[in-house]
């Protein structure tokens, strides 16, 4: 499928963690150019490649591509991560009996396991509306680039 064929989440597909962290090092193959992704947002279409949506037994949803700064000077591994609407952990987070600092070290927790990368993973922040939480790893210049760049993210 080519990056911007569909529009929308695609379907929620769990899969074991086994089969996830075989499919992990195919969504760092390509590297993203972060400007077009800015200028197109949602048309860009990562969120709707299979290769970049791990999709966890438990609900979690993880978005993991390689990008680039619009400058070239930087590049960074980015993470977004949501939950389908129907699992525990989603439930538990509305009804606030799981908060935001719980999702973050769950988060760190299946990024770790998925990819085995031990490399500080920063958050930068949740995006408006939807509140989904963005992190990066840091592979060359500086996440604070990074997320001046990511900021301005469509979602």
Known sequence: MK????HGPLPY??????????????A??????????ITRGRDFGIGQNRTHVFDCPDGMRLIISRER???GLS???HISTSWDSTCEFYREVERQAKGLMDALRLIERRFRDLSGDTRPLRFLGMTAPKGVPHF????????????TWTSQRKE
């Open 13 to 26: 597909e769990p899969q074991p963690i086994d089969m996830l962290r075989l499919r992990f090092p195919a």
């Open 69 to 71: 700064s619009p400058d």
């Open 3 to 6: 990056m911007n064929e569909r």
């Open 136 to 147: 990066v790893v840091e592979e060359n210049g500086t996440w604070e680039k990074a997320w």
């Open 75 to 77: 590049q960074f591994v």
């Open 28 to 37: 760092l193959v390509n590297v993203y150019d972060t400007r077009e992704i």
